[in-house]
């Protein structure tokens, strides 16, 4: 395996073993069947590839992965090709087999008395939250991609959304995992216990790990009592700053039922309102700032309804809101997402726009706003920056569109200058790079940058244990 000859050659033997165990429906060798495979959505990214694998089962997953460990034939494991940094998408190269988890789309369980679903790693996001509600269940969480989204995907991203701030990131909805190891043994931790001191947490070291480690291929998930009132407010407010110690009013008031508190900027609205049929300016007059909120009770009662408006009086009486709408059905409530998620499509209607998944302190959102706001308008003045995202968090979509009448391309070439300015105030205030979206191929060269020395080795000392030969996802998050 020197030379490209015997390379092409041990690849194709064991393409038709692979053939030989997942059928030839199981295996994409056509360069346009394959090409949804090899692009992700923004496509930033573009790769090439030998064939797409599409097991059906874990033990094809498991036979397709040793295979490919014999012949030293890297595997890049994909669920939805939701990715934003790359995670999932091949090198140019064409060395790497793409194995895609969406024929494994089976709901093994559901355990209403245990609060629990298990699933394989190709079930659509949506399909689990519709699954949980049949059951009389909630699966909280929820994203943007949720109708694409894979379940297996989200565990390797460790994905976050709009509930974060209530239910946690995945890591914090997964009690038990299976997943196939590098040399093709299957790892079965698919335990229902919310409680077992027997160990290290393995299941930990797969969550969030991209693919690198090991190919989730089923998990069980928690569920949560479905909630039973609900209430969506939006509200206007006159800085970042009010909007975080609004956030802290309202938990404290409501008994920490805060869902969802998602903040935008005036920018962000219009720029939905321009481009985005359907999307409407709910207040009478505009402000700098908005927050959109949603709180839920386990039980539909009154007084629920007069704590939450209780908490907005009071709010208003601070100066923290300057005005405010509580959805009356479910359809407004709908209504006032739908603005949450118009703002990401109509950044693309306005030219280039650099994208940054980031996160601080809450407490130091509003600082962080000011002083990266600060930092890219002297580093490219005229810019437009247009942040958004889940501040009950801390995570900032902090999005910069390029300044009226500029060369797209010219801008975007900036990218990675104009990142490191935002990145530089991240550092300062210890926050985080990469708040929901991973690392993938995007951010990888930052990791030595933002992990200490010490850091760095157990990162490295880790993937040399667990994929000692660098087949899983190569050049994803470890540079």
């Known amino acids: 395996m020197t030379s490209a000859a015997p390379l092409a050659a041990a690849t194709q033997a064991a393409l038709d073993q692979i053939r030989a165990i997942v059928g030839p429906s199981g295996i994409l060798t056509d360069a346009a069947d394959m090409a949804p495979y090899l692009s992700e959505w923004r496509g930033r990214f573009k790769g090439n590839s030998p064939a797409v694998v599409r097991p059906a089962n874990t033990a094809e997953v498991a036979a397709v992965v040793k295979i490919c460990a014999e012949a030293g034939i890297p595997v890049v494991p994909q669920g939805g090709n939701t990715s934003l940094v790359g995670g999932s998408i091949p090198y140019e190269e064409g060395r790497e087999i793409v194995l895609s988890l969406s024929r494994m789309n089976r709901i093994r369980e559901t355990d209403a008395l245990n609060y629990t679903m298990t699933v394989e790693a190709g079930v659509v996001l949506t399909t689990v939250q519709a699954a949980a509600a049949e059951a009389d269940r909630l699966f909280p969480l929820s994203l943007g991609a949720e109708g694409t989204a894979q379940i297996g995907g989200l565990i390797s991203t460790n994905a976050g959304g709009i509930n974060v701030l209530r239910y946690g990131n995945t890591r914090d909805l997964v009690l038990g995992l299976e997943v196939v190891l590098a040399d093709g043994r299957v790892w079965d931790g698919m335990r229902r216990l919310r409680k077992n001191n027997t160990g290290y947490d393995l299941k930990n070291l797969f969550i969030g790990a991209e693919g690198t480690l090991g190919i989730v291929t089923a998990a069980v998930l928690k569920l949560f009592p479905r909630p039973r009132q609900s209430i969506t407010a939006f509200v206007a407010v006159p800085s970042p700053a009010a909007a975080v110690e609004l956030l802290a009013r309202l938990r404290a008031a409501s008994g920490d039922a ?28 505009p402000s700098p700032w908005y927050v959109i909120t949603e709180l839920t009770a386990g039980t539909k009662t009154d007084s629920f309804q007069d704590t939450v408006e209780a908490a907005f009086a009071e709010a208003f009486e601070a100066e923290l809101a300057t005005d405010a709408t509580l959805a009356q059905s479910e359809s407004q409530a709908k209504q006032l997402w739908f603005i949450r998620e118009a703002i990401v499509e109509a950044q693309k209607f306005e030219g280039g726009s650099i994208k940054n998944d980031v996160s601080v302190p809450v407490s130091r959102v509003a600082e962080f706003i000011e002083r990266a706001e600060a930092a890219v308008e002297r580093a490219c003045p005229g810019i437009r920056p247009t942040p958004f995202g ?57 990791m030595p940058v933002i992990k200490s020395p010490v850091e760095f080795d157990l990162l490295r000392a880790v993937k040399a244990t667990l994929d000692p030969h660098g087949l899983l996802n190569p050049g994803k998050m470890l540079p």
């Open 258 to 285: 805060v869902s969802a508190f998602e903040l935008m900027s005036r920018r962000c609205l219009d720029f939905a309102l321009k481009h985005v049929a359907g999307t409407i300016d709910p207040l009478s007059e």
């Open 390 to 446: 889940h501040v009950g968090d801390g995570n900032i979509h902090f999005n910069l569109s390029q300044p009226d009448g500029a060369d797209t391309k010219a801008y975007l070439d900036r990218w990675d200058e104009i990142c490191h300015v935002v990145n530089e105030v991240i550092f300062a205030l210890d926050g985080s790079i990469s708040a929901e979206h991973g690392v993938g191929r995007f951010k990888k060269d930052e």
